[in-house]
């Protein structure tokens, strides 16, 4: 098999040969996934060789390596590193299989498995350490504004077609400062980031988190938001109401003091910026990346983010925006077939 010049010469710098390696993918990740099985290897196991874009520097990798360290420090199952280069941006893994959650989730009843993960994530806000989620800046209003703006420009704008006035403009910004200040006025713990059904591998029934470089301190529902209003997954309204009362049983003791209506309500406010931000990545792999696969799950987070706001009198004129500019039926969006390559 032929690999790009870097890739190529990475494996020549770890002696693999080209036919011990197959490709991975890599969901809307910029970094390449490789899977080696290679003799070399004492334990004769396979692993998964990571590579980093060209021109990123040393930064992402040595973030990677310390985010893992600190996670797998307070407990956390996450890949063991076998072999890492920063300056030459590959770092060699544990395999964890093939099995994603977002696989299981039809097989069988997904209950237990959702606990678990929940149970990770609730960890995770009680262990982490603030050296560790604080290796990226935390959440701000300008970071969720410009996630919001993302959205704007290549979703809105970029793949709808939509050529909303300067009031509009003021109007959506106007509701998204509202959404990102209230947001960021909820306590902050360690977020994964992207705690979703593709980021958790499910290794001989126990699950493993992957993809945690971008960990950081981010309002307390966010990781949970990820992962129960995941568009990957198709859970049920049920599983969601049982999870959310789960977490909320469950939750950390510094989070005790918060009432079960502020935490519905501190939920869907993460929700709405959430699945607003995730509808932006569509766009963007699609106006940019040309791939089209993540439009289909773009119906999904537009009916999910209608039934929020309509919770909310003071939110329904920015349901009115949406409903104005998308210019479709919110289960039935139209693909633009002249923009696909």
């Known amino acids: 098999m032929e690999f790009e010049y870097r890739t190529g010469s990475i494996l020549k710098q770890l002696g693999i040969p080209s036919e011990a390696v197959t490709p991975l993918a890599g969901d809307a990740s910029a970094r390449s996934f490789f899977r080696v099985n290679h003799s070399r290897q004492e334990d004769k196991l396979s692993a998964v060789l990571i590579v980093f874009p060209e021109g990123a520097g ?29 300056r030459d941006g590959y770092i060699i893994v544990e395999d964890c299989g093939d099995e994603l959650l977002q696989d299981l989730i039809n097989r069988g009843d997904p209950t237990p498995l959702y606990c678990q993960a929940i149970d990770l994530i609730i960890e995770m806000q009680d262990r982490v350490s603030s050296v560790t989620a604080r290796l990226n800046p935390p959440f701000n209003e300008d970071k969720f504004l410009w996630e919001l703006n993302f959205f704007l420009t290549h979703t809105l704008i970029g793949y709808y077609g939509a050529d909303p006035t300067s009031a509009d403009r003021a109007s959506f910004r106007s509701f998204f400062l509202s959404i990102c200040r209230e947001s960021l006025n909820q306590t902050m713990v360690f977020c994964h980031r ?148």
Request: proline share 7%; hydrophobic share 40%; aromatic share 12%.
């Open 58 to 86: 040393e930064a992402p990798g040595a973030r990677y390596l310390q985010m893992g360290e600190g996670l797998a420090l307070a407990g956390i199952p996450v890949p063991k590193v076998y072999q890492a280069n920063s």
């Open 194 to 341: 992207d705690f979703h059904s593709r980021n958790l591998m499910v290794l001989s029934g126990c699950l493993m988190v992957i993809d945690f470089q971008d960990g950081r301190l981010g309002p307390y529902p966010y990781d949970l938001v990820s992962l129960i209003e995941d568009p990957y997954a198709d859970l049920s309204m049920d599983l969601r109401d049982e999870m959310k009362q789960y977490y909320f049983s469950q939750r950390p003791s510094n989070l005790k003091n918060i009432f079960f209506d502020d935490f519905m309500r501190d939920y869907d406010m993460i929700s709405i910026q959430r699945l607003i931000k995730a509808a932006g990545t569509y766009g963007y792999m699609f106006e940019e990346k040309g791939d089209p696969g993540y439009l289909a799950y773009l119906p999904k987070v537009f009916r999910r983010v209608s039934s929020i706001l309509e919770k909310y009198p003071e939110l329904m004129g920015l349901k009115g925006l949406f409903e104005k500019h998308l210019r479709f039926e919110l289960d039935s969006p139209v693909l633009r077939e002249e923009k696909i390559p």
